[in-house]
């Protein structure tokens, strides 16, 4: 696997674990609310922690490939790789989003408490995410670039 793809998901793991945390800390908070409001009000935790930690750690890990030799930034490919990431943030966003909220939905219905149906819809949902995070960053050739 390509050294680029290791740091990809050495990131979204730590975003990922990060998400975990606050999804736990908001089921806690909001175990009295209806099923489908500590879904949601989870769900949104998550997606805070996530993207605090997922866009700076990208971008502090391939910093190096954005020096020109002036020692500036080479702005266009920073917005190109952050276009590519967006993209294959957004689709894999879909899958984790839907199998997230659907699974935390069901397992809260069949009487799961609130702490222990977040972490298994979430585990659920991250190895989906995973999967299509790293089809998408393969299909929009997020590491490859012209010299």
Same mark, same amino acid.
């Given at each position: 696997?390509?050294? +680029? !793809? /290791? ?23 909001? &175990? +009295? ?34 020096? /020109?030799? &002036?020692?500036?930034?080479? =702005?266009?490919?920073? =917005? =190109? +790789?952050?276009? =590519?990431? $967006?993209? &294959?943030? $957004? ?6 989003? &839907?199998?997230?909220? /659907?699974? $935390?939905?069901?397992?809260? *219905?069949? $009487?799961? +408490? ?14 989906? !995410? ?15 670039? *012209?010299?």
């Amino acid at each position: 696997m390509n050294s +680029d !793809f /290791l740091k990809l998901n050495k990131t979204i793991i730590l975003s990922g674990i990060l998400a975990i945390i606050l999804g736990n800390i908001a089921a806690y908070i909001f &175990s +009295d609310q209806q099923d489908y409001l500590l879904t949601t009000y989870t769900v949104i935790a998550e997606y805070i922690g996530f993207f605090g930690v997922i866009i700076p750690m990208f971008y502090w890990d391939n910093r190096h490939k954005y020096s /020109l030799e &002036s020692g500036k930034k080479d =702005k266009g490919r920073i =917005k =190109k +790789d952050f276009i =590519k990431l $967006g993209s &294959s943030l $957004g689709i894999s966003e879909v899958f984790y989003l &839907s199998s997230r909220w /659907l699974s $935390g939905f069901y397992l809260l *219905q069949i $009487g799961y +408490d609130a702490n222990t149906a977040t972490i298994i819809s979430e585990a659920i949902a991250f190895a989906i !995410f995973i999967i299509a995070m790293n089809l998408g960053a393969k299909f929009t050739k997020l590491y490859k670039y *012209q010299k």
